[in-house]
């Protein structure tokens, strides 16, 4: 583990960065990396802002948020590659990786149980419950300029880590931080509509194929569902529609343990796993499979069907439930 003064010492050290986050992006990723994107451009710093996927519709509406570029096959001319929010190199993407192999250093900043510290410095930190509060931290202790782009990235990322700040990782000093940022002009309302309340009719219709998926173990504590290639196809989906959907079987009175299997486009399934009341730990169930996360919230990616992947995920569930 390294320090903030030692990460400022990097940046200070050189001048052409590029910020990557992990595939799929969450409000998380994509915020990070605008944040810290829009902090190092103040300090006069080149920066690419890179993701493998791109950013998802739903978080276009972040200023900044329009530099973040997809993998081409140019292989950038950087110091220094930054990773924030990704807590496996290789969930970087192969594409926006060869871009970035030019690198003399690579620097990671994250919040995941399951990071190896892949970086030459590492800032790693699983008791925050976002990347963005962590750069927050960064930003505010080194008295670094913190924009207005860097503010309102900030909030989207801890707000959406966080479950709008109701997951119990959420932090006496996560309040401060918000408290801070609508004291620097963040417009709490505009913010939040603009994250909450402008889904596309799609994910509603998503929503109603999936319930009609859903399974309930005899007990009333495992509960899970099944996005198929066919529906994506049907629908029309876009990768972030099924963001956070899970809550909404994790949230039935008396789950402890919620999954969402989905097929997906390129072959394999994709496992998400969302755990309450600290019953079980998400993180370690994952491990077995090959994936990681937290101790609430982990994701796997399997080969095989998704009633093999399916089958060996819950039975791995019920041992650790009991």
């Known amino acids: 583990m390294n320090t903030f003064e030692e990460i400022l010492a990097v940046i200070d050290g050189h001048e052409r960065f590029a910020i990557l986050s992990h595939i799929r992006p969450d409000g998380d990723a994509i915020g990070s990396t605008v944040a810290l994107g829009s902090t190092l451009e103040a300090m006069g ?52 990786l060869k871009m970035v192999e030019g690198a003399g250093l690579w620097v990671n900043i994250d919040h995941h149980k399951s990071n190896p510290c892949y970086g030459d ?28 782009e860097a503010r309102d990235s900030i909030y989207v990322a801890v707000s959406t880590d966080t479950g709008s700040f109701q997951y119990s990782g959420t932090t006496g000093a996560t309040y401060e931080m918000a408290a801070d940022l609508v004291g620097r002009g963040l417009d709490v309302g505009r913010i939040n509509e603009l994250t909450y309340d402008s889904y596309p009719y799609r994910r509603v219709a998503l929503t109603r194929e999936l ?3 859903l399974a309930l173990s005899e007990d009333g ?3 899970d569902w099944q996005l198929l290639r066919s529906v994506k196809v049907e629908l029309g989906l876009e990768p972030d529609d099924s963001e956070n959907l899970i809550d909404m079987i994790r949230s039935i009175q008396g789950v402890t343990v919620a999954l969402f299997f989905e097929e997906l486009m390129d072959g394999g399934v994709r496992v998400s796993i969302r755990s309450k009341m600290g ?44």
């Open 45 to 96: 710093k080149d920066v690419v802002y890179l993701n493998e996927d791109g950013v998802p519709e739903s978080l276009a509406f972040l200023a900044g948020s329009e530099r973040v570029m997809s993998p081409s096959d140019e292989v950038l001319d950087i110091d220094v590659a930054i990773a924030v929010d990704c807590a496996n190199k290789l969930r970087l993407g192969v594409n926006a």
């Open 121 to 148: 410095f590492n800032y790693v930190d699983s008791r925050s419950p976002a990347t963005g509060q962590i750069l927050y931290e960064m930003i505010t202790q080194l008295g670094l300029e913190l924009t207005d």
């Open 211 to 213: 319930l009609n998926t």
């Open 221 to 223: 504590v495992v509960a």
């Open 279 to 322: 019953s079980v730990d998400a993180c370690e169930i994952a491990q077995v499979f090959g994936g990681g996360g937290h101790s609430k919230a982990a994701g796997i990616r399997m080969d095989g069907s998704i009633g093999e992947v399916r089958s060996a995920v819950l039975a791995e569930v019920r041992r650790h439930v009991g």
